[in-house]
C-alpha cells in the first residue's frame, strides 16, 4: 500500500532485456532498502529483487509489461518513487495500491497562474472510476482531479513543489503516463456491476 507522495525521484542506470524479461537497475539514495521490499516505481509496485549501495534492481513481467510504459524505459530516464507505508505514517495523498490501471497520454498543458494544468487522455477504465475533485494517481503521484474538460479526459493542476520533485514536471504533449483509478471508486463500481446483475426476482 502506498500514498501517492513521492519521497525520490530515481534515475534508470541499467536496462536488461532477455526473450521475455526485463529487469532495470535504479540509482537512489535510500539508505536501508532490502531485497524482496516492495517499492512504487512511477506508481507501479514492484519487488526489489537485489540492491547495493545507492540502487536496486526491479523487474517487470508479462502482466507489467502490458499494462505500462515500463517497455519503453531507457538508460537515463527519470521514475518517482515511493517505499510502501508502515503503520503510523501519515497517509498525506490518498489510497494508492500500485496496481496500474492503464496507460493515458497528455494532450495538453497550460500554465496558469503558478500551477501547470495537464490534460490526460485516459481510456474508459479510468474514466467510469473518475469525478471532480475526486482522487487519481499519475505515475504514482496522488493529484486531485481538477476538472474532466472532456470526454475521455482529466485534468489536474500541478504546484511547483510538485513540478520540482517529481518526474511531473517534464511532461509534455504525447508522452505516456501511468494511471491508476481511486481505489474506493472500483468496490463501488463492482457493487452496482454485481447489483445490476442480480435476478430482480
Do not use: C
Given at each position: 500500500m502506498f500514498t501517492g507522495i513521492?519521497?525520490?525521484?530515481?534515475?534508470?542506470?541499467?536496462?536488461?532485456?532477455?526473450?521475455?524479461?526485463?529487469?532495470?537497475?535504479?540509482?537512489?539514495?535510500?539508505?536501508?532498502?532490502?531485497?524482496?521490499?516492495s517499492i512504487a516505481v512511477g506508481g507501479a509496485c514492484l519487488t526489489v529483487v537485489s540492491c547495493g549501495?545507492?540502487?536496486?534492481?526491479?523487474?517487470?513481467?508479462?502482466?507489467?509489461?502490458?499494462?505500462?510504459?515500463?517497455?519503453?524505459?531507457?538508460?537515463g530516464d527519470?521514475?518517482?518513487?515511493?517505499?510502501?507505508?508502515?503503520?503510523?505514517?501519515?497517509m498525506g495523498g490518498h489510497f494508492v495500491q500500485g496496481h496500474v490501471d492503464g496507460v493515458g497520454e497528455v494532450v495538453k498543458t497550460t500554465t496558469e497562474a503558478d500551477?501547470?494544468?495537464?490534460?490526460?487522455?485516459?481510456?474508459?477504465?479510468?474514466?467510469?472510476?473518475?469525478?471532480?475533485?475526486?482522487?487519481?494517481?499519475i505515475d504514482g503521484v496522488s493529484l486531485t482531479v481538477n476538472e474532466m474538460p472532456a470526454p475521455n479526459v482529466l485534468q489536474v493542476a500541478l504546484i511547483p513543489y510538485t513540478l520540482e520533485h517529481t518526474t511531473l514536471g517534464n511532461l509534455k504533449t504525447g508522452d505516456k503516463v501511468h494511471l491508476e483509478g481511486d481505489m474506493i471508486g472500483k468496490y463501488i463500481r463492482r457493487l452496482l456491476r454485481d447489483r445490476q446483475?442480480?435476478?430482480?426476482?
Open positions: 513521492v519521497t525520490e525521484v530515481g534515475k534508470v542506470i541499467a536496462v536488461r532485456r532477455e526473450t521475455d524479461r526485463l529487469a532495470f537497475r535504479i540509482e537512489m539514495g535510500y539508505k536501508d532498502l532490502v531485497e524482496g521490499e549501495e545507492n540502487w536496486f534492481e526491479v523487474e517487470a513481467i508479462v502482466t507489467t509489461r502490458s499494462r505500462t510504459w515500463f517497455g519503453d524505459l531507457q538508460i527519470e521514475v518517482n518513487l515511493e517505499r510502501s507505508v508502515q503503520l503510523g505514517d501519515r500551477a501547470l494544468l495537464l490534460d490526460v487522455a485516459v481510456p474508459d477504465e479510468i474514466d467510469e472510476l473518475t469525478i471532480p475533485h475526486g482522487s487519481v494517481s446483475g442480480e435476478n430482480p426476482n
